[in-house]
């Protein structure tokens, strides 16, 4: 074989079948199946891939248009992944790891990844936890136009960073109180930005999302204005099906 192919997820046999799928550089999207697994695949074009934003999307789209024709139980790939021969996906990836991509599709089997990513406004937040605590006010609003010492200064600041972090702590329980029992598995990941307090995926039931779902719009009204909510109720399950973590 002398072309070298992109690889964009693996599903249990037979796996997806007439799919007129396009992937990175429109490039038709195949199947192979190797060592009792089906690969789906187009040509690479490029030696490697950037990870830009339409790349990215181009890589999940392929994922995520074989689960909603049905096939739903997936292993993704990570982006960028390109091999010189089936060969080397047997010596890398199916022989080594047998077993353990096994066990994936059993846990997988039936369910789905969903996530949450919430925001808030530290200014706002702010304003309001000056508006809600009394002591806090004012000791603040004491120190005001006086030459204060470091330790004056440290002593505020810790105090309101404590106060918010009590917030931002009651805020990501309450959605774990609801949220959580809903799950499997839950994935808490790294926070992106400043303005991000909580960013977790959940493996639930497949037929359960509706619900979950309602469960999210509810959290959302409970905390009025307060949060910006991203929700992902339709993903390939990245976080759940980590080749680095098989073994």
């Given at each position: 074989m002398g072309n070298r192919l992109y690889l964009y997820g693996i599903f249990p046999t037979p796996g997806p079948e007439d799919l007129e799928l396009k992937g990175l550089d429109q490039q038709p999207v195949y199947k192979q199946v190797v060592d009792g697994f089906a690969f789906l695949y187009s040509e690479a074009l490029q030696e490697r891939y950037l990870a830009s934003r339409r790349n990215l999307l181009g890589h999940e789209k392929v994922l995520e248009q074989a689960m909603q024709a049905g096939y739903r139980t997936l292993l993704p790939l990570q982006f960028g992944l390109i091999v010189e021969s089936w060969e080397a996906v047997t010596q890398q990836l199916t022989a080594p790891h047998r077993e353990s991509l096994e066990k994936l599709f059993q846990k997988l089997d039936g369910y789905r990844e969903v996530g949450i990513k919430l925001f808030w406004d530290n200014q706002t937040?702010?304003?309001?936890?000056?508006?809600?605590?009394?002591?806090?006010?004012?000791?603040?609003?004491?120190?005001?136009?006086?030459?204060?010492?470091?330790?004056?200064?440290?002593?505020?600041?810790?105090?309101?960073?404590?106060?918010?972090?009590?917030?931002?702590?009651?805020?990501?329980?309450?959605?774990?109180?609801?949220?959580?029992?809903?799950?499997?598995t839950i994935a808490e990941n790294d926070l992106m930005t400043d303005t991000m307090i909580y960013n977790a995926a959940y493996l639930i039931d497949w037929d359960s999302e509706a619900n979950f779902s309602q469960q999210v719009e509810a959290l959302d009204e409970q905390f009025e204005q307060r949060l910006k909510i991203r929700y992902n109720n339709f993903t390939a399950p990245y976080n759940f099906a980590r080749l680095d973590q098989l073994d």
């Open positions: 937040e702010l304003q309001s936890l000056m508006a809600e605590d009394d002591a806090l006010r004012l000791k603040r609003d004491s120190l005001e136009g006086k030459n204060l010492s470091m330790d004056e200064v440290v002593a505020i600041g810790q105090a309101i960073e404590k106060a918010m972090a009590q917030r931002k702590k009651e805020i990501i329980e309450a959605f774990q109180a609801i949220l959580n029992p809903m799950a499997i």
